[in-house]
Protein backbone atom coordinates (compact mmCIF):
# COMPACT_ATOMS: atom_id res chain seq x y z
CA UNK A 1 0.00 0.00 0.00
CA UNK A 2 1.21 3.27 -0.63
CA UNK A 3 2.75 5.50 2.54
CA UNK A 4 0.29 8.13 3.52
CA UNK A 5 0.80 11.81 3.12
CA UNK A 6 1.54 13.63 6.17
CA UNK A 7 -2.13 15.38 5.68
CA UNK A 8 -3.22 11.96 5.12
CA UNK A 9 -1.81 10.67 8.49
CA UNK A 10 -2.96 14.08 10.12
CA UNK A 11 -6.38 13.70 9.47
CA UNK A 12 -6.81 9.97 11.04
CA UNK A 13 -5.03 10.70 13.87
CA UNK A 14 -7.77 13.42 14.56
CA UNK A 15 -10.34 11.46 13.83
CA UNK A 16 -8.89 9.01 16.58
CA UNK A 17 -9.28 11.95 19.00
CA UNK A 18 -12.77 12.23 17.99
CA UNK A 19 -12.11 15.52 15.99
CA UNK A 20 -10.55 17.24 19.00
CA UNK A 21 -6.91 18.00 18.07
CA UNK A 22 -5.36 18.22 14.56
CA UNK A 23 -1.30 18.66 14.17
CA UNK A 24 -0.35 20.71 10.80
CA UNK A 25 3.28 18.99 10.25
CA UNK A 26 5.23 21.50 7.75
CA UNK A 27 5.56 25.42 7.85
CA UNK A 28 3.81 25.82 4.31
CA UNK A 29 0.65 23.90 5.67
CA UNK A 30 0.70 26.07 8.60
CA UNK A 31 0.79 29.14 6.82
CA UNK A 32 -2.32 27.80 4.78
CA UNK A 33 -4.30 27.08 7.97
CA UNK A 34 -3.28 30.77 9.85
CA UNK A 35 -4.38 32.74 6.69
CA UNK A 36 -7.75 31.23 6.51
CA UNK A 37 -8.79 30.65 9.91
CA UNK A 38 -11.15 33.10 10.19
CA UNK A 39 -13.31 31.88 7.24
CA UNK A 40 -12.69 28.33 8.62
CA UNK A 41 -14.22 29.74 11.96
CA UNK A 42 -16.94 31.03 10.18
CA UNK A 43 -17.69 27.81 7.81
CA UNK A 44 -17.85 25.02 10.25
CA UNK A 45 -18.77 26.50 13.10
CA UNK A 46 -15.68 25.61 15.21
CA UNK A 47 -13.58 27.80 17.13
CA UNK A 48 -10.15 27.24 16.08
CA UNK A 49 -7.29 27.45 18.65
CA UNK A 50 -3.36 27.31 16.86
CA UNK A 51 -0.51 26.51 18.86
CA UNK A 52 3.04 26.18 17.20
CA UNK A 53 5.20 22.93 17.05
CA UNK A 54 8.32 23.43 15.61
CA UNK A 55 7.79 23.65 12.06
CA UNK A 56 4.28 22.89 12.21
CA UNK A 57 1.31 23.53 14.59
CA UNK A 58 -1.16 22.02 16.79
CA UNK A 59 -4.65 22.66 15.92
CA UNK A 60 -7.18 22.20 18.94
CA UNK A 61 -11.10 22.50 17.52
CA UNK A 62 -13.41 23.18 20.43
CA UNK A 63 -17.07 22.73 19.49
CA UNK A 64 -19.46 20.69 21.84
CA UNK A 65 -20.92 19.65 18.00
CA UNK A 66 -19.02 16.68 16.47
CA UNK A 67 -20.25 17.54 12.80
CA UNK A 68 -18.69 21.25 13.56
CA UNK A 69 -15.44 19.61 14.60
CA UNK A 70 -15.64 17.34 11.73
CA UNK A 71 -15.79 19.62 9.28
CA UNK A 72 -13.26 22.21 10.68
CA UNK A 73 -10.47 19.13 10.80
CA UNK A 74 -11.52 18.31 6.73
CA UNK A 75 -11.48 22.48 5.69
CA UNK A 76 -7.76 22.33 7.69
CA UNK A 77 -6.73 19.01 6.23
CA UNK A 78 -7.71 20.88 2.91
CA UNK A 79 -5.79 23.60 3.19
CA UNK A 80 -2.68 22.25 4.57
CA UNK A 81 -2.66 19.79 1.16
CA UNK A 82 -2.21 22.92 -0.96
CA UNK A 83 1.32 23.67 -2.78
CA UNK A 84 2.85 27.56 -3.45
CA UNK A 85 0.34 28.05 -6.19
CA UNK A 86 -2.55 26.96 -4.36
CA UNK A 87 -2.92 23.74 -6.02
CA UNK A 88 -3.85 20.37 -4.72
CA UNK A 89 -0.34 18.60 -3.94
CA UNK A 90 -0.48 15.42 -6.06
CA UNK A 91 1.48 12.45 -4.19
CA UNK A 92 0.21 9.55 -2.85
CA UNK A 93 -1.90 9.81 -0.57
CA UNK A 94 -2.75 12.83 -0.98
CA UNK A 95 -6.11 14.58 0.31
CA UNK A 96 -9.74 12.70 -0.72
CA UNK A 97 -11.85 14.74 -2.70
CA UNK A 98 -14.96 12.65 -1.96
CA UNK A 99 -14.56 14.12 2.11
CA UNK A 100 -16.04 17.51 0.84
CA UNK A 101 -19.85 16.26 0.39
CA UNK A 102 -22.78 18.04 0.36
CA UNK A 103 -22.96 18.39 3.72
CA UNK A 104 -20.08 20.60 3.78
CA UNK A 105 -19.19 21.89 0.39
CA UNK A 106 -20.90 22.95 -2.76
CA UNK A 107 -19.43 23.31 -6.31
CA UNK A 108 -20.12 25.31 -8.92
CA UNK A 109 -19.30 25.21 -12.82
CA UNK A 110 -18.72 29.00 -15.13
CA UNK A 111 -20.08 29.13 -17.71
CA UNK A 112 -18.42 29.15 -21.05
CA UNK A 113 -20.19 33.15 -22.07
CA UNK A 114 -17.82 34.19 -19.14
CA UNK A 115 -14.21 34.48 -19.78
CA UNK A 116 -11.84 32.96 -17.27
CA UNK A 117 -9.10 35.08 -17.06
CA UNK A 118 -11.87 38.38 -16.79
CA UNK A 119 -13.38 36.68 -13.77
CA UNK A 120 -10.35 36.02 -11.93
CA UNK A 121 -9.37 39.33 -12.08
CA UNK A 122 -12.73 40.56 -10.86
CA UNK A 123 -12.65 38.03 -7.87
CA UNK A 124 -9.30 38.75 -6.84
CA UNK A 125 -9.07 42.68 -7.30
CA UNK A 126 -8.61 44.64 -4.35
CA UNK A 127 -9.44 41.32 -1.80
CA UNK A 128 -12.92 41.31 -3.09
CA UNK A 129 -12.64 37.59 -2.82
CA UNK A 130 -10.98 37.02 0.44
CA UNK A 131 -13.28 39.98 2.71
CA UNK A 132 -17.05 38.44 0.85
CA UNK A 133 -15.62 35.01 2.20
CA UNK A 134 -14.68 36.71 5.03
CA UNK A 135 -18.22 38.40 5.64
CA UNK A 136 -20.57 35.17 4.54
CA UNK A 137 -18.43 32.62 6.24
CA UNK A 138 -17.84 30.34 3.26
CA UNK A 139 -14.57 29.09 2.45
CA UNK A 140 -13.85 29.48 -1.48
CA UNK A 141 -11.63 27.19 -3.65
CA UNK A 142 -10.61 28.70 -7.13
CA UNK A 143 -7.78 25.83 -7.84
CA UNK A 144 -9.95 24.08 -10.31
CA UNK A 145 -11.28 27.15 -12.19
CA UNK A 146 -8.86 26.94 -14.74
CA UNK A 147 -8.83 23.83 -15.29
CA UNK A 148 -12.12 22.73 -15.17
CA UNK A 149 -13.97 26.10 -14.57
CA UNK A 150 -15.37 24.60 -11.19
CA UNK A 151 -15.45 26.88 -8.28
CA UNK A 152 -15.76 24.99 -4.37
CA UNK A 153 -17.38 26.22 -1.67
CA UNK A 154 -16.54 25.19 1.65
CA UNK A 155 -19.41 26.03 4.30
CA UNK A 156 -21.67 24.03 6.45
CA UNK A 157 -24.60 26.20 6.19
CA UNK A 158 -26.25 25.93 3.04
CA UNK A 159 -28.31 29.39 3.03
CA UNK A 160 -24.03 31.05 3.23
CA UNK A 161 -23.06 28.92 0.15
CA UNK A 162 -26.04 30.02 -1.67
CA UNK A 163 -25.41 33.66 -0.86
CA UNK A 164 -21.71 32.99 -1.62
CA UNK A 165 -22.88 31.64 -5.16
CA UNK A 166 -25.01 34.98 -5.86
CA UNK A 167 -22.27 37.35 -5.19
CA UNK A 168 -19.95 35.31 -7.40
CA UNK A 169 -22.56 34.92 -10.66
CA UNK A 170 -23.39 39.03 -9.66
CA UNK A 171 -19.45 39.70 -9.70
CA UNK A 172 -19.00 37.80 -13.32
CA UNK A 173 -21.89 39.28 -14.87
CA UNK A 174 -19.94 42.32 -14.45
CA UNK A 175 -17.60 41.20 -17.07
CA UNK A 176 -20.04 40.53 -19.51
CA UNK A 177 -20.19 42.70 -22.56
CA UNK A 178 -23.10 45.16 -22.33
CA UNK A 179 -26.35 43.87 -24.08
CA UNK A 180 -26.83 45.41 -27.30
CA UNK A 181 -29.42 48.86 -27.72
CA UNK A 182 -33.03 47.34 -28.94
CA UNK A 183 -34.46 50.16 -30.87
CA UNK A 184 -38.25 51.09 -29.85
CA UNK A 185 -40.66 50.90 -32.47
CA UNK A 186 -44.41 52.15 -31.76
CA UNK A 187 -46.15 49.54 -32.70
CA UNK A 188 -50.25 51.37 -33.78
CA UNK A 189 -53.13 49.11 -32.76
CA UNK A 190 -54.88 47.79 -35.67
CA UNK A 191 -58.98 49.24 -35.17
CA UNK A 192 -60.80 47.32 -33.63
CA UNK A 193 -62.95 45.19 -36.04
CA UNK A 194 -66.79 45.86 -36.09
CA UNK A 195 -68.73 42.81 -34.71
CA UNK A 196 -71.32 41.64 -37.36
CA UNK A 197 -74.96 41.76 -35.59
CA UNK A 198 -76.23 38.85 -34.60
CA UNK A 199 -79.54 37.32 -35.83
CA UNK A 200 -80.26 37.91 -32.14
CA UNK A 201 -79.75 41.69 -31.98
CA UNK A 202 -81.40 41.63 -35.73
CA UNK A 203 -84.67 40.07 -34.02
CA UNK A 204 -84.35 42.58 -31.28
CA UNK A 205 -83.90 45.40 -33.36
CA UNK A 206 -87.06 44.73 -35.05
CA UNK A 207 -89.57 44.36 -32.12
CA UNK A 208 -88.49 47.22 -30.98
CA UNK A 209 -89.01 48.78 -34.43
CA UNK A 210 -92.56 47.34 -34.58
CA UNK A 211 -93.45 48.58 -30.09
CA UNK A 212 -92.16 52.18 -31.88
CA UNK A 213 -94.54 52.11 -34.92
CA UNK A 214 -97.26 51.12 -32.35
CA UNK A 215 -96.53 53.92 -30.39
CA UNK A 216 -94.34 52.50 -27.46
CA UNK A 217 -91.98 54.70 -25.96
CA UNK A 218 -88.39 53.68 -27.90
CA UNK A 219 -86.25 53.36 -24.28
CA UNK A 220 -88.77 50.92 -22.84
CA UNK A 221 -88.95 49.18 -25.62
CA UNK A 222 -85.79 48.05 -25.78
CA UNK A 223 -85.19 47.45 -22.24
CA UNK A 224 -88.69 45.30 -22.10
CA UNK A 225 -86.94 43.37 -25.57
CA UNK A 226 -83.77 42.49 -23.74
CA UNK A 227 -85.48 40.74 -21.27
CA UNK A 228 -87.29 38.37 -23.50
CA UNK A 229 -85.87 34.83 -24.19
CA UNK A 230 -87.11 35.22 -28.16
CA UNK A 231 -86.17 38.41 -29.01
CA UNK A 232 -88.22 38.37 -32.04
CA UNK A 233 -91.43 37.18 -30.54
CA UNK A 234 -93.23 40.67 -31.22
CA UNK A 235 -96.63 39.40 -30.21
CA UNK A 236 -95.05 38.52 -26.76
CA UNK A 237 -93.24 41.83 -26.48
CA UNK A 238 -96.72 43.78 -27.59
CA UNK A 239 -98.34 42.07 -24.51
CA UNK A 240 -95.82 43.09 -21.70
CA UNK A 241 -95.74 46.57 -22.80
CA UNK A 242 -99.46 46.82 -23.05
CA UNK A 243 -99.51 45.47 -19.09
CA UNK A 244 -97.38 48.00 -18.64
CA UNK A 245 -98.53 50.99 -20.13
CA UNK A 246 -102.21 50.05 -18.91
CA UNK A 247 -102.46 52.85 -16.55
CA UNK A 248 -100.88 55.35 -18.80
CA UNK A 249 -103.05 54.04 -21.83
CA UNK A 250 -106.09 54.92 -20.33
CA UNK A 251 -105.24 58.56 -19.98
CA UNK A 252 -104.94 59.06 -23.27
CA UNK A 253 -108.24 58.04 -24.58
CA UNK A 254 -111.46 60.05 -23.60
CA UNK A 255 -114.14 57.35 -22.36
CA UNK A 256 -117.53 58.71 -22.42
CA UNK A 257 -120.78 56.89 -21.13
CA UNK A 258 -122.75 55.04 -23.81
CA UNK A 259 -125.45 57.51 -25.62
CA UNK A 260 -129.06 57.29 -24.96
CA UNK A 261 -129.95 54.87 -27.97
CA UNK A 262 -128.53 51.80 -25.61
CA UNK A 263 -130.98 49.39 -25.86
CA UNK A 264 -130.50 49.53 -29.96
CA UNK A 265 -127.00 49.14 -29.64
CA UNK A 266 -127.27 46.07 -27.19
CA UNK A 267 -129.64 44.57 -29.74
CA UNK A 268 -126.90 45.12 -32.38
CA UNK A 269 -124.33 44.26 -29.96
CA UNK A 270 -125.97 40.62 -29.70
CA UNK A 271 -126.70 40.25 -33.06
CA UNK A 272 -122.95 40.52 -34.15
CA UNK A 273 -121.75 38.07 -31.61
CA UNK A 274 -123.69 35.30 -34.02
CA UNK A 275 -122.35 36.21 -37.33
CA UNK A 276 -120.16 33.41 -38.69
CA UNK A 277 -118.10 36.10 -40.23
CA UNK A 278 -114.98 36.80 -37.93
CA UNK A 279 -113.43 39.72 -39.62
CA UNK A 280 -110.04 40.79 -37.12
CA UNK A 281 -107.80 43.87 -36.94
CA UNK A 282 -105.38 45.29 -40.14
CA UNK A 283 -102.96 44.45 -38.51
CA UNK A 284 -104.26 40.72 -38.22
CA UNK A 285 -105.22 38.09 -40.26
CA UNK A 286 -109.46 37.76 -41.43
CA UNK A 287 -111.86 35.44 -43.72
CA UNK A 288 -114.80 37.04 -45.27
CA UNK A 289 -118.07 35.42 -45.70
CA UNK A 290 -121.67 36.61 -46.57
CA UNK A 291 -123.14 39.40 -43.46
CA UNK A 292 -126.53 38.49 -42.56
CA UNK A 293 -129.20 41.31 -43.34
CA UNK A 294 -129.42 43.48 -40.37
CA UNK A 295 -132.42 45.91 -39.89
CA UNK A 296 -133.28 48.44 -39.44
CA UNK A 297 -129.96 49.52 -41.46
CA UNK A 298 -127.86 52.29 -39.87
CA UNK A 299 -125.46 54.99 -41.52
CA UNK A 300 -122.37 54.20 -42.10
CA UNK A 301 -119.16 56.09 -40.21
CA UNK A 302 -117.93 59.17 -41.58
CA UNK A 303 -115.73 59.29 -44.59
CA UNK A 304 -111.73 60.54 -43.88
CA UNK A 305 -112.18 64.00 -43.95
CA UNK A 306 -114.75 63.99 -41.02
CA UNK A 307 -118.22 64.88 -42.93
CA UNK A 308 -121.16 63.31 -41.45
CA UNK A 309 -124.24 61.52 -43.30
CA UNK A 310 -127.70 63.22 -44.32
CA UNK A 311 -129.09 60.86 -41.30
CA UNK A 312 -131.87 62.51 -39.33
CA UNK A 313 -130.57 63.68 -35.80
CA UNK A 314 -132.50 61.23 -33.59
CA UNK A 315 -130.50 58.39 -35.69
CA UNK A 316 -127.19 59.73 -35.30
CA UNK A 317 -127.21 60.91 -32.05
CA UNK A 318 -127.83 56.96 -31.05
CA UNK A 319 -124.82 56.10 -33.00
CA UNK A 320 -122.28 58.66 -31.95
CA UNK A 321 -118.64 57.27 -31.17
CA UNK A 322 -118.42 57.22 -27.38
CA UNK A 323 -114.92 57.98 -26.96
CA UNK A 324 -114.90 61.78 -29.55
CA UNK A 325 -118.25 61.98 -29.37
CA UNK A 326 -118.20 63.63 -33.07
CA UNK A 327 -117.68 60.64 -35.79
CA UNK A 328 -120.79 57.77 -36.43
CA UNK A 329 -120.02 54.18 -34.30
CA UNK A 330 -119.14 51.87 -37.04
CA UNK A 331 -117.09 49.30 -35.15
CA UNK A 332 -117.70 46.50 -33.16
CA UNK A 333 -115.22 45.36 -30.37
CA UNK A 334 -115.32 41.35 -30.31
CA UNK A 335 -116.05 39.14 -28.90
CA UNK A 336 -118.56 41.53 -26.30
CA UNK A 337 -119.84 43.03 -29.83
CA UNK A 338 -120.40 46.65 -28.95
CA UNK A 339 -120.35 48.77 -31.92
CA UNK A 340 -119.74 52.16 -29.88
CA UNK A 341 -116.81 53.71 -32.24
CA UNK A 342 -115.62 55.17 -35.11
CA UNK A 343 -113.23 53.82 -37.50
CA UNK A 344 -109.94 55.94 -36.02
CA UNK A 345 -111.06 55.61 -32.50
CA UNK A 346 -111.39 51.74 -32.91
CA UNK A 347 -107.64 51.58 -33.88
CA UNK A 348 -106.15 53.80 -31.36
CA UNK A 349 -108.43 52.29 -28.59
CA UNK A 350 -107.94 48.12 -29.37
CA UNK A 351 -104.03 49.52 -30.07
CA UNK A 352 -103.50 51.05 -26.69
CA UNK A 353 -105.75 48.55 -24.19
CA UNK A 354 -107.19 45.52 -26.40
CA UNK A 355 -110.37 46.48 -24.33
CA UNK A 356 -113.95 47.59 -25.46
CA UNK A 357 -114.16 51.00 -24.34
CA UNK A 358 -117.87 50.67 -23.68
CA UNK A 359 -117.92 47.27 -21.08
CA UNK A 360 -114.28 47.37 -20.41
CA UNK A 361 -113.80 43.65 -21.18
CA UNK A 362 -111.11 42.26 -23.09
CA UNK A 363 -110.67 42.96 -26.99
CA UNK A 364 -108.99 39.90 -29.54
CA UNK A 365 -109.99 42.23 -32.40
CA UNK A 366 -112.23 44.72 -33.79
CA UNK A 367 -114.47 45.24 -36.68
CA UNK A 368 -116.47 47.68 -39.18
CA UNK A 369 -120.42 46.61 -39.59
CA UNK A 370 -121.76 47.81 -42.96
CA UNK A 371 -124.83 48.49 -42.75
CA UNK A 372 -127.38 48.82 -46.68
Known amino acids: MPARSATSSALASCEETNYTSMCVTDALAKRNVLTTRLIIEAASGCRIAIREQGDGAVCQL ?25 NLRTRAGGFRMELLDATNARAIYLPPRYDLRSVREVLFRDGALYSKSKEVGVLVDVTSLDSERKIQLLSTMAKNRDAMVSWIISTADTTLPPPPEVEVVAVVAAPAAVREPSLSDLLAQRTVDALVTAGFDAARAHRMVGTLADKGDVAEAMNRMLDLDLADSYAHVAVSLPPAGQSETSSLSDASTNLETLVLSPDGPSRATAWPELAPPLKACSDASGSESDQPTEERASAECVVCLAATACHAFLPCGHMVACAACAHQVFTATASCPMCRAPSTAHLRIFMQ
Do not use: N, P, V
Open 62 to 86: GSADRKARRAAAIYICYRSSLDKSA
